[in-house]
């Protein structure tokens, strides 16, 4: 049984918050589990209906496939390095950090592993299936000074993304993200240019370019000026253009569920083009802490994109 202490600041429903919190089992196979007696708040058995609060430890017994972390690619590279920074070119397939299932087979935990003396700062995020520069700190000034810059959006970012259909030649997307209701996936979002009656939306901003267009398929320099959760997914996919190899924003969501519920396998790749989302960040440009100038790094384009090009 593994034992986690909560992060709810108020009372909160458990089934709401495993969900929330451990996203590699829907919430159907949450409530199996609380109807099972799998789960445990403060040594008693979890009622299906049970209030939580950040002063309670909720113990999971968990079968040993699903306990058992996903594999990994974890063919990562420096890209540069000096006294303060320490920049990676991400490969696809892993995550920066723990979540979900995702434990132990991290980015940073394979990176602390090879270089325990070093003290890594993560500067910024990509999705596990994204792909590209990574920038780490070496020391809290540095991450200091580049955190602030990527708060201020001075920092300036490319992205590669293949999308399905022909792409317009040029398009800045001003607009929000708001909740996608249309759909079945309760995390996916969606664009709009109409500010939307709703709370929870986030102003977003991005100009893209297309660079070609073959075999049906658009491959495109994606520059976001700002930085939200799935923006450049959301907003090609809302504009008509779904991402090749998008479980989420693809040519069909139902993939994401399917996923979900049996893991992954080639059928599911033959749906929507390709086995991840066709998204890369190719290109960070920034001032160096250390010197003040500025510094330019690239990623080039991931083999398992090669052939889309």
């Known amino acids: 049984m593994a034992f986690y202490s909560t992060r709810c600041s108020r009372k909160a429903l458990l089934l709401d918050y495993l969900e929330e919190r451990f996203t590699y089992l ?3 196979e949450w409530f199996k589990l609380l109807q099972s007696g799998a ?12 209030l939580i609060t950040d002063q309670d430890t909720i113990g999971i017994t968990l079968d040993e496939d699903l306990s058992r972390e996903p594999p990994i690619n974890d063919d990562w590279k420096i890209l540069y390095e000096d006294e303060s920074l320490f920049i990676v ?40 299936e994204t792909s590209g520069v990574v920038i780490f ?36 997307a001003k607009g929000y993200l708001v909740g996608d209701e249309t759909s079945q996936l309760r ?28 075999n049906g398929i658009s491959l495109i320099r994606a520059i976001p000026i700002t930085g939200k959760t799935h923006q450049i997914r959301a907003t090609c996919f809302s504009l008509g ?13 139902t993939v994401f ?43 080039p384009i991931p083999h398992d994109l090669l052939m889309f090009r």
């Open 39 to 50: 789960i445990e708040v403060n040594g008693f058995i979890a009622k299906q209906d049970q």
């Open 26 to 28: 829907p919430r159907n």
């Open 241 to 253: 253009y779904p991402l090749l190899g998008d479980k989420m924003y693809g040519s069909d969501e």
């Open 89 to 128: 070119d991400k490969p696809p397939d892993i995550p920066i950090h723990p979540a979900g299932r995702y434990k132990n087979n991290t980015l940073l935990s394979l990176m602390e592993k090879t270089y325990p003396e070093i003290k890594f700062h993560t500067c910024h995020r990509l999705d596990r």
């Open 187 to 214: 995390k996916k979002v969606s664009y709009t240019e109409t500010q939307p009656d709703s709370e929870k939306i986030s102003e977003v901003e991005t100009s893209f370019e297309k660079i070609n267009f073959k």
């Open 137 to 172: 700190a070496k020391n809290e000034r540095a991450s200091s000074i580049i955190s602030k810059q990527f708060q201020k959006k001075s920092i300036y970012k490319e992205y590669l993304v293949w999308v399905l259909g022909d792409f317009p030649e040029r398009l800045h």
């Open 257 to 299: 569920l399917d996923f979900i519920k049996a893991g992954w396998n080639e059928n599911l790749a033959k749906k929507i083009g390709h086995h991840r989302q066709a998204l890369h960040c190719s290109k960070i440009s920034f001032v160096h802490p250390d010197t003040g100038l500025d510094f330019e790094i690239i990623s």
